[in-house]
């Protein structure tokens, strides 16, 4: 396991309703790096769209946190949990890109993990450029990926006409991890 130094204590903290623009504006940061690294210009437009989170932040079931280190916000998460079947989903995760290789956020997902103990199976979905993501949830988190949508096979929990300035905004790999089951 990697030491990282300067990294103290990660734990969750449950984003509030006066923080929840902050908390907006520093997903769509963190996001918009990645999508202009990808696309080799700016975004002439907030990434994810601002309706995207909204619908992620008001699901069913949803629950958003700022991701803290040293008693300071690094990123944010938001998870959907399902309390009947124990299936939840990560919608969107991020740790703030000059906090990025320091092992925030493998400590953030643990957090997550831990806070939701009776989990079966976690989801996510992420760009298929996301390269830094994939290996991320490969192979640091134990999620294995178990389909790609795309215009040959679309992701159908999408919205219809939800489009993205990329073009390629169908592009998409699915994750699961499957819990181990607790051993008595």
């Not at 699901?59 to 991701?67: D, E, K, N």
């Not at 830094?132 to 790609?148: A, K, L």
Request: hydrophobic share 40%; proline share 5%.
């Amino acid at each position: 396991m990697r030491v990282h130094e300067g990294v103290g204590v990660v734990n969750l903290q449950k984003a509030n309703a006066d923080s929840m623009g902050e908390f907006k504006a520093a997903l769509q940061d963190s996001f918009r790096v990645a999508a202009e690294a990808d696309l080799g210009r700016p975004l002439e437009a907030p990434f994810p769209p601002e309706e995207d989170i909204e619908q992620s932040i008001s699901a069913a079931g949803a629950a958003t946190y700022w991701i803290m280190a040293d008693g300071r916000r690094v990123g944010g998460a938001v998870v959907v949990i399902d309390e009947v079947s124990n299936r939840n989903s990560l919608s969107f995760f991020f740790i703030s890109t000059d906090r990025q290789g320091r092992g925030l956020g493998l400590q953030a997902w643990n957090a997550i993990e831990r806070e939701y103990p009776n989990t079966r199976v976690w989801e996510t979905v992420t760009a298929y450029f996301e390269k830094r993501n994939i290996h991320f949830y490969v192979n640091r988190c134990g999620f294995r990926i178990v389909e790609f949508y795309n215009r040959f096979h679309p992701d159908p929990n999408r919205v219809p006409g939800q489009a993205e300035e990329d073009g390629d905004s169908d592009e998409m790999f699915r994750f699961i991890k499957v819990m181990a089951p607790e051993s008595n």
